[in-house]
Structures are given as structure tokens and as C-alpha cells.
């Protein structure tokens, strides 16, 4: 017999029984269903049961805590239920029918992202080393001299050498490293169109060559557009019309725009198309007119709409309101955690980076999650004796410090609400810290404590000083309400 037997039978009856279960699979840490009636599933019995240690909702998805040896609970429940499982796309597709055309879409945005975020930590990590080689200028190391000219800055103080001034084997790494941040950032339209036509179901390796096509090195470089005269854009002559042959370099909105065209005119294709002959025809058609339509209209349209969206955060995150701005988005970030509309970000802070070779927006995700984590820290703290408790709230402070902010925000602070709340406003001040010294990412990095590698050299300290706003104001008063209401 397994050893969750017993939960498991309670589980179902819990839940509503076997006709209330749509479909049902797990991840890595949690059971996942897909409920008939959502209001049927009795939560504080459930969230009783000696295996379970949280649950919560998202996406449609009535999700249970179970921990590490979520398998094996699985495999007992379906023993018990006679219920089959089905995979986790499975679950997510009929998880859609109880969300909202919102939540879709951030769910869609979300899916999207998520294959490509492993390689923007990556490269704003690598940005971030290659900045400590190359701009900070070290006093141990001497005076930068140029021609045999000391150099100054305007305010006369001396200019210092970097490491890569003095090294030439740090000089080599700073030049191979660019290696790899030029491919994820430059060549950024080539993963998110890949991405979308893998999460619709359609040819990828088309995904992957239209995305091509929008940063081929025969086209100006978009970094390049701005400082080009018009008459020295390059463009193709048709004739009657021209085009001009502008490349989207890290451009967002212009690669999702002409990968969602790819996917939807090779549906339209197949549909149309006899299947004789559908295997040249439909790639054909579909890619040929995708590229055609993302460099005559969809890209340039694109293009404005992503640097209006840009402009917009940027100039709220730099105007004289700019407190305001970061307190509302500091207080009200882990709620968006929570409905899941906080993927959108990553398409801002993408063409934020893209734009102004930097974001704002990032580094007050960072001291979100991470405030969220120190609220779950005062709970270790006030719940130290019970053994029970700590087994969900020390892995979820762990993972809030990281980045990942679920465990923490639906295995505790949601469960008392007060650790939620004082999380957010640890998380609002510790933003308008930032923004208000200007504080700047590379790009989106590790979303919790690590996060500084991903901060620009310059403004490192002041973000460290946001950090610990981030950590002790939320234990502080998480903490206080604790001992105030005997949270033991």
C-alpha cells in the first residue's frame, strides 16, 4: 500500500469527488487540477490533511502543495480516484475554460517567455561580469594614461584603470564573453519567435527562420537606425515602392507581431491547402508573406508601439512622480504574482533594455520577491518550535530569495495575509529607493538576492541599500504583528 493512501482518499472526498475533477497532473512540488466547480473543494480541509502544506489558484489551475514526493502522492491519489492523468499541457488547455480573456493572455505571454528567461539571466549576468572588467576603474591600479596623457574627468579627478587596461587575458574573456551576450540580445527576435510557434503548436524551425530574417546582418542594425540619415537606410527597390532594410535587433513587440502572423497563416494555409500538396505549399505561403508583412508593416508598427510602451514606463520611472510610480509597482507586484499577469513585465523590461540599454523596472521585481521572502523569514523566526510550519515557510524563503516568490506568497504570507501586506510595503519602499536614485539593471536577472549581478556597476551600492530596506522592513513589521497577535 502506498503511504498516501489514506490522504489521498481524503483528498478526493475534499475536493469534490471524482466528478468535479477535469483532468489532473502534477509538477515538480504540486498537485494540479483542473476543477468542474471550483467552490466545491473544501481548502481548509484540505490544507489539513498532514501531507498537504498549501494551496492556491492561479491560471485556472486549483493547485496543492505536497512537496518533493509529489510523484508518489500522485500516483496513490490516482490509485485511489481511478481518475488518469494527463500531461501538464493537457491541464493548462482545459485549465483556459475557467479563465478570463486577461488571464489568457498573460498565461499565453507567460508561456512564451518562460523557455527564453533562462537565456536573459544569463546574458544580463554575463553583462553585468563584463561591466566589472571594463568600466569600473580600480585607484590600486593606477591612473588611465592615453598617448601619454593622464586622463581626468571634468571635476579633475584622476581617471583609474580597469581590469581589462592592465590584463590582456581579462581584456580576451570581456571580448569572448560579448559572444554570447550579442547572440541572446541581439538575436532576441529568433528566440520568441521560436517560442510562439512552439507554444501554438506550429513549425518551429519556420518560427526560427522568420525570426532570422528580422536580425539579418544584410539589414542596418537597429542599434544603428538612430544615429543613420534617412537618405543612408538602406532599402529594396521595388520599383514603384521601396522598402527599407531595418534589422530588429531585441526588438519585442515586432517579433511577437510577425510570429503570431507565422502561426496563424500557416493554420490558414492547412486549412486550405489540399494535403498533397500542403508540405511545400503551406511553409511556403506561410513564411513567404510573414516575412513580407513583418518588414512592411508589422515592424514598423511594432517598432513605434514597443518604444511607446518604453517611453512611457521610462518616463514615469524619471519624472518628478517617479516615487509614486515605483511605490504603486513596489506595493502591488506580488499581488500580480498571484493572478499571474506579472509575465507582461518581461516583455517591457526586454524593450526597456533594448531601448535605453538598461531597465528600472527590474530591479524593483528583484527587492519584491525578495521583501516577500523576508516576511516569510519572521515567520521561521516567530514559528521556530513548530516543525510543521517550518517545513513549507524555510524552502519557500529559500526560493523568495532566489526569485521564485509562489511557495512563499501561497504556502504563507496569503495563508495570514498580514505577512502578504507587510511584504508590500517593504517591497514599496524599497522601490522608491531605487527609482529614486536612478538605479538601473543590465537586463532581467535572478529575481531575488543574486539580482545585484544583473545591476549595473555603478549603481550596485545604491541598490544593496534598497536590498536591506527590502529585507528588514518587512521582517520588522511582519514580526511585530506576529508577536502583537501570538503567531506561534
Known amino acids: 500500500m502506498g503511504k498516501y493512501l489514506e490522504d489521498s482518499q481524503k483528498l478526493l472526498e475534499f475536493i469534490g469527488g471524482k466528478e468535479n475533477i477535469g483532468a489532473v497532473t502534477h509538477c515538480v512540488t504540486r498537485m494540479r487540477f483542473v476543477l468542474n466547480e471550483p467552490e466545491k473543494a473544501d481548502i481548509e480541509k484540505i490544507e489539513a490533511l498532514p501531507s498537504v502544506k498549501g494551496t492556491f489558484t492561479q491560471a485556472g489551475q486549483f493547485q496543492i502543495i505536497i512537496g518533493n514526493d509529489v510523484a508518489n502522492f500522485y500516483n496513490d491519489f490516482v ?65 588611465k594614461v592615453v598617448d601619454g596623457v593622464p586622463q581626468f574627468l571634468q571635476d579633475k579627478t584622476p581617471v583609474y584603470n580597469t581590469i581589462v587596461d592592465v590584463s590582456q587575458f581579462w581584456a580576451g574573456v570581456n571580448n569572448f564573453l560579448w559572444l554570447i551576450g550579442e547572440a541572446i540580445f541581439h538575436f532576441l527576435p529568433v528566440g520568441i519567435t521560436w517560442s510562439i510557434t512552439r507554444k501554438m503548436g506550429t513549425t518551429q524551425i519556420l518560427g526560427i527562420v522568420l525570426g532570422l530574417t528580422l536580425v539579418s546582418p544584410q539589414l542596418l542594425n537597429a542599434y544603428s537606425v538612430a544615429g543613420t540619415a534617412a537618405a543612408d537606410i538602406p532599402f529594396w527597390d521595388f520599383g514603384f515602392f521601396q522598402v527599407d532594410m531595418i ?39 506561410s513564411l513567404l508573406l510573414a516575412v513580407i508583412f513583418a518588414h512592411v508593416i508589422l515592424g514598423p508598427i511594432g517598432w513605434v508601439i514597443g518604444n511607446w510602451i518604453s517611453k512611457i514606463v521610462y518616463n514615469g520611472l524619471t519624472s518628478n512622480f517617479r516615487w509614486l510610480f515605483a511605490a504603486v509597482f513596489g506595493f502591488f507586484y506580488a499581488p500580480l504574482v498571484i493572478t499571474g499577469l506579472h509575465h507582461t513585465t518581461n516583455a517591457i523590461d526586454t524593450q526597456l533594455v533594448a531601448d535605453f540599454g538598461g531597465t528600472i523596472l527590474w530591479p524593483m521585481i528583484a527587492l519584491s520577491n525578495i521583501a516577500q521572502g523576508s516576511a516569510v523569514l519572521a515567520m521561521i523566526v516567530l514559528q521556530r518550535k513548530n516543525e510543521e510550519a517550518k517545513q513549507v515557510s524555510i524552502p519557500a524563503t529559500i526560493s523568495a530569495y532566489l526569485g521564485v516568490t509562489e511557495p512563499a506568497l501561497f504556502g504563507v504570507n496569503l495563508k495570514y495575509k498580514a505577512p502578504l501586506v507587510c511584504g508590500m510595503i517593504g517591497s514599496a519602499i524599497a522601490a522608491m529607493i531605487s527609482v529614486g536614485l536612478g538605479v538601473q539593471a543590465n537586463s532581467i536577472g535572478v529575481g531575488g538576492l543574486p539580482g545585484i549581478l544583473s545591476i549595473k556597476t555603478q549603481f550596485m551600492l545604491k541598490f544593496l541599500i534598497a536590498m536591506i530596506v527590502s529585507v528588514v522592513v518587512p521582517f520588522i513589521l511582519t514580526f511585530l504583528w506576529g508577536k502583537k497577535n501570538k503567531i506561534e
Open 79 to 143: 490509485a485511489v480516484s481511478g481518475i488518469e492523468g494527463v500531461s501538464k499541457e493537457a491541464v493548462k488547455e482545459e485549465a483556459k475554460k475557467n479563465q478570463n480573456i486577461l488571464q489568457r493572455i498573460a498565461s499565453t505571454l507567460a508561456e512564451i517567455f518562460a523557455p527564453i528567461i533562462p537565456a536573459i539571466i544569463v546574458g544580463g549576468l554575463i553583462l553585468g561580469f563584463r561591466n566589472i572588467l571594463g568600466e569600473i576603474g580600480f585607484e590600486s591600479l593606477g591612473q
Open 247 to 285: 534589422g530588429y535587433q531585441a526588438q519585442v513587440i515586432p517579433a511577437m507581431l510577425a510570429g503570431f502572423t507565422l502561426v496563424y497563416l500557416e493554420r490558414l494555409f492547412k486549412k486550405i491547402i489540399p494535403e498533397v500538396i500542403s508540405m511545400i505549399f503551406v511553409p511556403l505561403f
